[in-house]
Each structure stands twice: as C-alpha cells, then as structure tokens.
C-alpha cells in the first residue's frame, strides 16, 4: 500500500494555550510531514477536514496529534483501510501544565520539549505501521464441545444450541446429570429464598436430550484435543480406559536429551506424539469445560473421627442420606476442622458448604418436628447475595442452633456421639450429644487430580500454574473469569469455583457466550480477549529464526507449537496478541502490523536527547496500555503535574518490551528506562497472565549487561502499576528521575 | 469448665411469645454489646444472652445477674443490624425469670399474660367488693362523708372483743384484705430472692467459698450500697437515652418511699394511737406536715408515671422496645393507684366546698373511686412479685449478687 500522510494539530482542550503551535508543526515536518491545525478536530468543522483530505488527497495514513488514543476512537476511526495514529498531547502534556508555572520559562520550554518528542513519536510510528490483514483460516469449524453432563455442561450445551450451534456433550458416566442427581433438595432460587425447592434436574436433562443440535455421548471421555479454537481436533476414547492418543506429557528439550541419552524413561511412551494429528478426531471450534468437582476428603482429621467412627459422615453422604430416608434428630454440622492456631475451613469449602449446612438443617428439622436439633458449629458462614435471606430463615427455626466454635473432638459416647467445641459464641466450652456429626468436605475440582483438558499442546496437557488458584481452573478471575490460559477452552462449574445451582447456571451461559464469541473471532480473524477485534497478528520472519524457543517457552497461552523440524509452529486463533513472543525474540524477527520491534525502536531513537544541557535528560517509560496507561491518562484528567523530562511509549504488555528497545534508549544518549506495567506475582493483574513478570525477569538481565558496560544496572526499572494509582504515578516517576539525577547524565551522550 | 448443652425448646417458644419473637434473628455480631452503656468485656450481654436464649438455655438465663442490671435503654435495639431487638429479648427473660421464681406458680402464670387481665382485675375488686358486702356494705350520708371521708368505709364503730376495742371495723377490713396480700408477696418474694440467689450462685460456681460475710457484714457491703446505688439512680443514668425515663422513675421511687412512710404514720396514727386519742381519726387536716408529704407524693407520683407512659409510648413509636403485657401492666397499676388515690381526695375536697346537692352525688362518686383505688392498691401488692414491679426485689437482689461476685469473698475465697 502507498501510503498517503495526513498530519492534524488540534489546539482545542487548552493544547493550543499551553504548548506553541509552530514549534509542534515544526516538529512534524523535520520528519516530512505537515501538519494542518484545528481548534477541535474532533468537532464537525474539524472532521470535515480530516474527510476531505482522505476523499480528495487519498489520505490513508492519519496523524492525529489531539487528546489520548484511549477517548474519541469512534470519532477518529476512518475504517479499516485507514491508520490512524494518535499523539497524545492532551493527558501527557496540556494537562499535565500547572497554572503557577504559568510565568515560567524554563518550565513552558521543558512543556513544549515534550509536546514536540510526542508529535516526533507519532509521525514516526504512523511511517512505520502498516495495514493489518487479518488472519483467515481455511476452514472453521463452529461447533462446541461441552466436556461434563452436569447442570453446567447441561447448561453451555442448551444455551449454544439455543443459539443456534451445534453441541456435542460428552459425561464421563452413563447418564447425564452429575451431582445434582443425588439431590433431596436444592436452594431457593426465587424470592423470599426462604423454600428449598425441588431439583429440576431432570427438567434440564430432559431440555437437552430432546434438543437435536446436542449430540450427548455417555461414558466418554477427551483422550486428547489438539489444533485451535475454529479448528481443535478432538479425540474421544469410552471412559476409564487407555489410548495411545491420550494427551501426551510435556517433554522440555533437556528432557528429550535425556530420554535419547536413555537416562529418563519417556513419560509419554506408547503415546502418539503431540503435534501428530488423529484422522479420525472431531472437529470442534470451542470448548466449554464443565467437568465439575469431587467431595474432598476429610479423614486427615482424625479428631473427628470420619472413617473411624460410625454415624461421622461428609455433607455429601448425609445428602445421600437425606435423599434415601428420613435424617436423625440431632445433628451436629461441622464446618471447620477446628484448629487452634487458625481459623481455616475444611479445603474447598466457601459459601457452597455454608449453604450446604444450611439445608441440611433444613432436612433435620423437617424430618423430626419438634424432636429437631441441628447444631452448625462454624468458624464462617457465608451466605452472599440472596442466600442471606436463606440463612435468616434457617436461624429463626426453633431447632436449628449455630456457633463460631473450634471443635477439638468427635467422640463415642453411649451410644451417640459427644462433639466437644472450644471458643464459642457462648463463652463456654461445649459438650453436644448428637446422633450424627456431619463434616463440611467441600468441592474439589477435577483440575486438583487430573489435567482434564489432555491437550496435545507443547507446553503440556493441562493449564499451567493452577496452584495460584488453588487448582481451579481460573485464569483470572477478577477481568476474565471463564477464560482459561488456553484461547477456546472456557471453564464454568465446579470445575472453575465452587458455586451453587445458580451460580452454575450463570456461569454456564456465560461460558457458552465467551465460547460462540471466540469461534466468531475466529472465523473473522481476530482476536478474541482482551484484545478484543484486533486484527493484527504476530508475524514470524522464519528464515532468521535460531530455534531458541524462547516465544515457544514463554508465551503465557501456548500458542506456539513446534514444526518437525523444531522450528515455532504458530496458531494465531490461540494467539491472544500480547507480543510476549516479540519481547522475547533475541532475533527480533516477531513483529504486527502496527507493532514491531523497528516501530517502537525508532519512536525512541526519535526522542530528542539534548547533549549540551545537563538538567534535560531523558527517559524512556515503556507503559503497558492496559492499565499503566490509562491511569498516567486518568493523572492528566485530573490536571496533575508530571515530570516532563519522562516520555512515555505504550506498549500492548510489559511481555512485548524487546530488550533492544533499552538498549537502544541508552545507546541513543538517554538518561534512564523505566517499565509501568501490572503487577505479577500471586495476585497479578497482568492482562496477559505472564507479561509483566517475564518483562521483570528480563530487566533483570538487562541490568547485569549494563553494568558490564559500566552503566549503573539502577537506570532501568520496573514498577508495578494498578489502574487505580493514577494518583502516585506522578510521585513514582518523580522518585525514579531523582535517582537518575543522582547518577548524572548517561556518560555515552553525545557519541 | 464445659457445658453440656440441653436446649430447651419450649422455653424458646416461650421467650418468643413473651416479646422475644425476635430472638432467633441475632447472628452475633455484638453491636448490642458494644453500644450497651454497662455492658462489659467480662460480661458481654446482650450479646451473650441472646445467643444463650437462642439455644434455649433457660438454666443459665434465669440464673443470669446480667439481665436483671438491663434498664431496657433500648440502644440496643436501635442499633442492631437485624432487627433482633436485644432490649426485648432482655425484658422477656426477666418476664419469664419473674414467672419462673414466682410463689404461688398459678397465680404467677395469671399474672404475666395479658390474656389474664380481665381476671386479673376481676380478683381483687371481687375481694373487695365482698368485703365491703360483709362489713356492712355502709355508704354513709354526705354530712358524715364531709366529717369521716373514707375512714368510715367499711363501716363505723370499732371492732370489740369481750368489751376490749381492738380496732375499728374500717380498719379491720382494710387489713384483713391488704395484710394476707402483702404477706403473701413478701413471703413469695423472699421465696424468689433466696432461689434466685442460689441459682445464680450456682451457675457462677460461687458458694463453695468456706467463709463466707455475716449479715451485718453482708448488708454493710453489699446490700446497702446497693440500695443507695439504686436510690441514686446511678447506674440507670449511665443509660443516656434513658434520661426520660430517669425524670419519670425518680419522682415514682421517691412517691413510694414517701407513700410508704405516710402509710405507716397513718396505720400508728389511726389504728394504734387513735384508739385512745379518737381525734386522730379521720381525714388528716390539710396542713398536716405529713398530710403535705403525702399530696407531695401523691403528684410525684402521677407526674412520674405520666412521664413513663409517654416514655413507653415513644419506645414503642421508634421501634426501640416492645409493646408489651410485662411493660404496660406496671405503668397501668400504678397510675390507676395514683389517679384513684388522688381523685378520690379532690372528691371528698370537693365535697367540703360544698356544692349544693350536686355534693349528693360526689361522695357516692367519691366512694367508688376510692373502692377502685383499694382494687388498684391490692392489685399491686398482689402482683408485685411477677409482673415488672417485681424489679423492685431481684434487680436489688442481682446488684448486690454482683458486687458480691466481684468480692474478695468469690474472687479470692479462703480455702
């Protein structure tokens, strides 16, 4: 494509009062393009501009040196054959002028520096970015694979054929269904949430047997899934046996030396390998996995006797009870284990177990009238939402009791049961003589046991690093919550949180929806989360690639497979776009359309380093745009002053940051270079999982090379920005250009 | 110490019908003892109590000092998140302890339901009236009303015993219906004090103590202090929001200490004295010093009960206390003891004024009042141990247990 420039100034939102017009068009034109001014680009008069120019000059490139990229981007949006670049004038610099330094020379001159890099910084990014075409693939596959025949397997599979896609369910036993069969009653589901109902689980069943867009295959189970979202390749396999397509283990290149040399035995052995495809596998677009959970185990505890004493039974085997017959009169319902050093539920318990308890009071009193004594003996209850109006209703029943309470004992006792109890609510130990102990086992997902996706993935069958989620199989819980690391395999069930029926059925729907809009994305060829619609995809120059496999190793999604020959085997459906491959190129041959190593080193190398004048250094922030940048932005919004010796670049993740960029900062006479990007660690923000940490583990590196070339390593850093710090960004990024006005210009400035 | 939990479940029904029907909606969070002026950390009620009527642990509450040091402030009540009304489950445990302690048990369960109260009214104007019936049913004309007032009311001229005048028939009759009453309320009140004592000495394992104080030691330390503890009001004031109620209650107390007195001048007076001086019959003079104490106290204590009828209203207007049987039947005997005593005087008062023949019909009306006003007197003598005014006994029992309890004698005893 030729590219056809056009460059617009907007002087509107106090840019024009605060910055000089010249100087900025000026430095427009040093890089060959003339820029026309506005007062309000974005108005009518302004957009008429712009428009006329694309009609009559065949504008297809577009300059917009106005307000942040993050507002009007409807309004600057002149279709998909058209670049539009955005300088950011208003939040990082107009705004940033504070009204003291009016009068003030040397601080308007350091305003109009930074305006003037800005204008540089888009010009140059506008020469370098190209027009995406997105990526199509030959053949799509639109149908959904629900992995699980609980409520909500059974759930995903109606709402996707209800909208109108072809499911294939599959359950691991001989009938639909799952827990909520054994069910004697479910919670309330409707105002006042004071009822138990009666289960419609057979309803739900009934709803999906007869629907003809759901096939349901019974005793079946995933030996493996390979391929991508729009094309994943599903073997299936009868349950409980073995298969030689089962999803093979990962095997890291150090491990394959040792396998060759015959000094490890091959995990996989008797297995096909991973990249090799089944003929005979299913094609599925996405995947809804709704495998569900299992009763924990709770005879660990000794103390309360569960395998030991007769009448101490799970919650889920009272269910049973329950369920069968009618349920003793006393029954103590245990909710903690009762430590004395902490107050921890039995594991896998939350609301689900509180709520649990609750109804199977409910079944005590029911079953045994006036007789009715139900003891809840917890150190939580959680009752959120509605549920609240449950538990109000349980407490005013004349034989339900409950107590926070530590319960050191289970005991025999004449023939009942004796629950000794510490720390209650009552100011006094308790003695409770019950026919029946009951003990909270909660809900463990099938992800703790089992990688229960088996996909034939080089990262390995299952997702990664669900230890920080306890072994839910969550990615993130706060942004995204049914997406898992793995683009098309959305979770929802008891298999991503322990939930009740409700929640269940939300987050089933909610699961089917993420699953449809990815097999959309697909078929358009664009990204599907958190970037959502971008058409833009990593491109991969192979000829120069060394086959370091750090894109393959590090990218957060496993998006990249291995070819035959060990060369990165792109699968741009799974791709989320993050650019953590780009960052980790040491070849530097990953790149976008409108995002590459060559783009953002020359946005930097065009940032003007005055050599003559010790006071203007200058450093280089690369800003994650998910979040750093739209708080540096919200900073602006609120018209607090910044430190303008700071230039920021917004980059899509930290992970995308290629360490050349810092190198070409400092090489270029800069003075310091700083990271704003999520924070990692246990409870990351980061959009893309992995970014920010590997971006941090990078500067770690680069902090070892600049010291061997006699830079201090503290010149480059790392912060971990929330998008609610807008307020401490500017107190940060002051702290950090002290400490580099402390070292002293970079000694290389000027060579 | 452990506890071997029997829940009483008729006793939480109980609780709920007797203005605790909130009881069950406490989820502990312990606002009430946090907001609660005497609540301490050792003795967290009402927290404590609500989740130990909850658990239908009636032992450890009719045992309990704590909810007899309650003044029903009702701050609780306002401030509690779930609507669980602590301040009336307080006053419902008291309702019942009262019941629970009280001696005859059926006349104890007549008096603490409202269901009762035409009963409870019916008894004593029964008794009266057949008294009155019995001693002659005199009504006297209106000149000797002008002289004699009410002395003469059951009848003139003196009850003799081989010539030897013991009394006057009036006085013969008043006590023959007011002595046995207030005998029988001391006799059960004593009963209820000495199984209250016990009881909560028990349930706080005080009483193995091998020394234990005298009586003089035991009145000296903790009894009177007590008293002038409760006289002062002190603690009451501690209740901000019960400020009201303290103006009402204190002029109340002070009519019943000074009625109390001015009733015994008058039995000497009138029935001991006034059997050799005859002058000392009849209605005192007006200027009588303690005639004075005695209309004092008369408004004192209509001012005061009228305060604590708008009080109780306004408790019950801004949902920070129940509207109960227990709470109004107290305020209800009072005032009518107050009104009718007091109407009864003006009438005769308004008899000497002489108003032509209407004064005909003012002392017919004048004897009914006063007959109401003996109903209302015996009413409250009657009832005193198992309605509210029972406070009168076991609250002054449970401060003097506590400031035993917190004594050397249980906290550090001799061994």
Same mark, same amino acid.
């Given at each position: ?237 009868p349950a409980g046996t073995e298969s030689e397509w089962d999803a093979p283990e990962k095997v890291g290149v150090d491990e394959r030396d040792l396998i060759e040399k015959g000094e490890m035995e091959d995990p996989n052995k008797g297995l096909k390998v991973y990249t090799e495809t089944n003929p005979d596998a299913e094609l599925v677009g996405a995947v809804v ?113 409950? @107590? ?6 289970? *005991?025999?006792?004449? $023939?009942? %049961?004796?629950?000794? #109890?510490?720390? /209650?609510? =009552? ?118 690639? @060394? ?6 190793? *590090?990218?957060?999604? $496993?998006? %990249?497979?291995?070819? #035959?020959?060990? /060369?990165? =085997? ?144 503290e010149r480059c850093a790392v912060e971990q920005i929330a998008i609610s710090d807008y307020d401490k960004i500017p107190g940060i990024l002051d702290e950090f250009v002290e400490s580099i006005v402390e070292m002293g210009p970079n000694p290389f400035k000027g060579f | 110490m452990s506890m071997n939990v029997q829940p009483d479940i008729e006793f939480i029904k ?166 046995p009453t207030a005998a029988l309320a001391a006799f059960a009140s004593f009963k209820g004090v000495t199984a209250l004592w016990k009881k909560m000495s028990d349930n706080t394992g005080v009483g193995e103590a091998l020394y234990r104080p005298s009586v003089p030691q035991f009145v000296k330390e903790f009894l009177w202090p007590s008293l002038v503890e409760i ?185």
């Amino acid at each position: 494509m030729d590219k056809v420039y056009g460059a617009y100034l907007c002087t509107g939102c106090s840019i024009g009062d605060v910055l000089d017009v010249d100087g900025l068009k000026e430095a427009a034109s040093e890089n060959g393009m003339e820029m026309q001014e506005h007062a309000c680009l974005c108005g009518e008069e302004g957009q008429a501009l712009i428009k006329k120019d694309i009609e009559e000059k065949g504008v297809n490139t577009v300059v917009v040196c106005a307000c942040s990229p993050r507002v009007m981007q409807d309004t600057f949006d002149y279709g998909d054959g058209t670049i539009t670049v955005r300088g950011n004038l208003r939040e990082h610099v107009a705004w940033t002028a504070q009204p003291e330094d009016k009068d003030d020379e040397e601080a308007a001159e350091y305003l109009q520096e930074a305006g003037e890099d800005y204008v540089r910084m888009a010009v140059v990014r506008a020469q370098k970015g190209t027009v995406p075409e997105p990526y199509k693939m030959e053949q799509i596959t639109k149908s959904i694979l629900v992995m699980g025949g609980g409520i909500a397997g059974l759930t995903a599979a109606t709402e996707a054929a209800k909208a109108g896609y072809d499911v294939t369910i599959i359950e691991k036993t001989d009938k639909l269904g799952g827990k909520a069969l054994g069910w004697r009653k479910m919670f309330p589901t409707a105002y006042p949430y004071s009822e138990l109902e009666q289960p419609n689980i057979e309803q739900m069943i009934a709803t999906v047997t007869s629907n003809d867009k759901i096939t349901i295959k019974t005793e079946t189970e995933v030996a493996r899934i390979s391929g991508a979202p729009g094309e994943f390749r599903v073997t299936l396999k009868p349950a409980g046996t073995e298969s030689e397509w089962d999803a093979p283990e990962k095997v890291g290149v150090d491990e394959r030396d040792l396998i060759e040399k015959g000094e490890m035995e091959d995990p996989n052995k008797g297995l096909k390998v991973y990249t090799e495809t089944n003929p005979d596998a299913e094609l599925v677009g996405a995947v809804v996995l709704a495998t569900g959970w299992r009763p924990a185990d709770v005879s660990e505890y000794e103390h309360l006797g569960h395998g030991t004493l007769n009448n101490v039974v799970t919650n889920a085997e009272f269910e049973k009870l329950a369920k069968e017959g009618k349920v003793p009169a006393k029954v103590a319902f245990i909710q903690s284990p009762g430590s004395t050093d902490n107050d921890r539920d039995f594991p896998y318990c939350n609301s689900v177990t509180s709520m649990v308890a609750l109804k199977q009071a409910q079944y005590v009193c029911d079953d045994n009238g006036d007789n009715a004594q139900a003891y809840i003996l917890y150190q939580h209850m959680r009752t959120p939402g509605n549920t609240e109006l449950f538990y109000k209703g349980m407490q005013q029943r004349d034989g339900v009791f409950m @107590t926070k309470a530590t319960v050191t004992q289970v *005991e025999e006792a004449g $023939g009942s %049961l004796k629950v000794t #109890a510490e720390n /209650t609510l =009552l100011g006094e130990n308790l003695e409770l003589e019950v026919d029946m102990v009951v003990l909270a086992a909660g809900m463990v997902p099938t992800t703790v046991d089992e990688s229960t996706i088996n996909l034939a993935y080089r990262q390995g069958p299952g997702f990664l690093d669900l230890d920080l989620f306890d072994g839910y199989a969550d990615s993130h819980f706060i942004c995204f919550p049914y997406e898992t690391r793995r683009t098309g395999v959305y979770a929802c069930g008891g298999v991503r949180k322990a939930e009740t029926m409700e929640e269940t059925i939300d987050d089933a729907t909610g699961a089917a929806l993420k699953a449809i809009q990815c097999i959309e994305s697909a078929d358009r060829g664009v990204a599907v989360h958190p970037r959502s619609g971008d058409l833009t995809y990593p491109d991969f120059f192979f000829q120069r690639c @060394t086959q370091c496999k750090r894109c393959t190793e *590090e990218c957060p999604f $496993g998006a %990249l497979d291995d070819d #035959a020959k060990g /060369t990165p =085997l792109p699968n741009p459906t799974r791709c989320r776009r993050c650019g953590t491959c780009m960052g980790a190129c040491p070849e530097r041959i990953i790149g976008f359309a409108d995002y590459n190593i060559d783009m953002i080193g020359s946005m930097v190398k065009t940032i003007e380093v005055p050599d003559d004048d010790e006071d203007k250094l200058r450093i280089a922030v690369f800003v994650c745009e998910n979040d750093a940048y739209p708080a540096i932005d919200m900073s602006g919004m609120r018209h607090n002053k910044m430190n303008t010796l700071v230039r920021f670049i917004p980059v899509r993740c930290l992970g995308s940051v290629n360490m050349v960029w810092i190198k070409d900062a400092m090489s270029s006479g800069m003075d310091g270079v700083l990271l704003l990007g999520c924070r990692y660690g246990d409870d990351y923000q980061c959009h893309f999982v992995k970014g920010s940490e590997i971006a941090s583990k990078r500067m770690e590196n680069i902090g070892e090379t600049l010291g061997s070339l006699g830079l201090e390593p503290e010149r480059c850093a790392v912060e971990q920005i929330a998008i609610s710090d807008y307020d401490k960004i500017p107190g940060i990024l002051d702290e950090f250009v002290e400490s580099i006005v402390e070292m002293g210009p970079n000694p290389f400035k000027g060579f | 110490m452990s506890m071997n939990v029997q829940p009483d479940i008729e006793f939480i029904k109980d609780m709920k019908e007797a203005g605790g029907d909130t009881l069950k909606k406490c989820f502990q969070c312990a606002t009430c003892s946090v907001v609660c002026p005497l609540s301490t950390d050792e003795n967290p009620f009402p927290r404590q109590q609500m989740i130990y009527s909850q658990w239908g642990l009636k032992d450890k509450l009719i045992g309990d000092p704590n909810t007899l040091l309650c003044h029903h402030c009702g701050d609780c009540t306002t401030h509690c998140p779930r609507g669980a009304k602590p301040g009336d489950v307080m006053g419902a445990i008291r309702a019942y302890a009262y019941k629970f302690y009280g001696w005859p048990a059926p006349l104890a369960n007549l008096a603490s339901s409202g269901k009762n109260l035409p009963l409870l009214v019916a008894i004593p104007a029964l008794v009266v009236f057949l008294v009155w019936l019995i001693s002659g049913a005199n009504v006297l004309s209106h000149e000797d009303f002008l002289h004699a007032g009410y002395t003469n009311f059951f009848g003139e001229g003196y009850m003799t015993i081989f010539g030897f005048k013991l009394l006057t028939w009036n006085v013969t009759f008043i006590n023959s219906i007011m002595i046995p009453t207030a005998a029988l309320a001391a006799f059960a009140s004593f009963k209820g004090v000495t199984a209250l004592w016990k009881k909560m000495s028990d349930n706080t394992g005080v009483g193995e103590a091998l020394y234990r104080p005298s009586v003089p030691q035991f009145v000296k330390e903790f009894l009177w202090p007590s008293l002038v503890e409760i006289v002062q009001h002190e603690r009451f004031k501690k209740c901000e929001t019960n400020e009201e109620r303290i103006r009402g209650h204190q002029p109340l107390m002070w009519a019943f200490i000074a009625l109390f007195f001015v009733t015994i001048y008058s039995l000497i007076s009138q029935d001991v004295l006034g059997r050799f001086i005859p002058s000392l019959h009849g209605p005192m003079a007006m200027w009588n010093p303690v005639k004075i104490v005695a209309n004092v106290a008369a408004v004192a204590m209509i001012v005061g009960i009228v305060i604590l009828w708008k009080n109780r209203n306004q408790m019950v207007e801004d949902n920070q206390g129940g509207n109960t049987f227990y709470d109004w039947f107290l305020i209800w005997m009072i005032a009518g003891v107050g009104v009718t005593g007091l109407g009864a005087e003006v009438l005769r008062l308004i008899g000497v004024v002489k108003l032509g023949y209407l004064v005909y019909y003012l002392h017919l009306l004048g004897y009914l009042v006063y007959y109401l006003h003996l109903v209302s007197v015996m009413m409250l003598f009657l009832y005193m141990p198992y309605t509210k005014f029972a406070h009168l006994i076991y609250r002054t029992c449970a401060m003097t247990f506590e400031r035993y309890r917190d004594s050397a004698y249980v906290k550090n005893p001799v061994k």
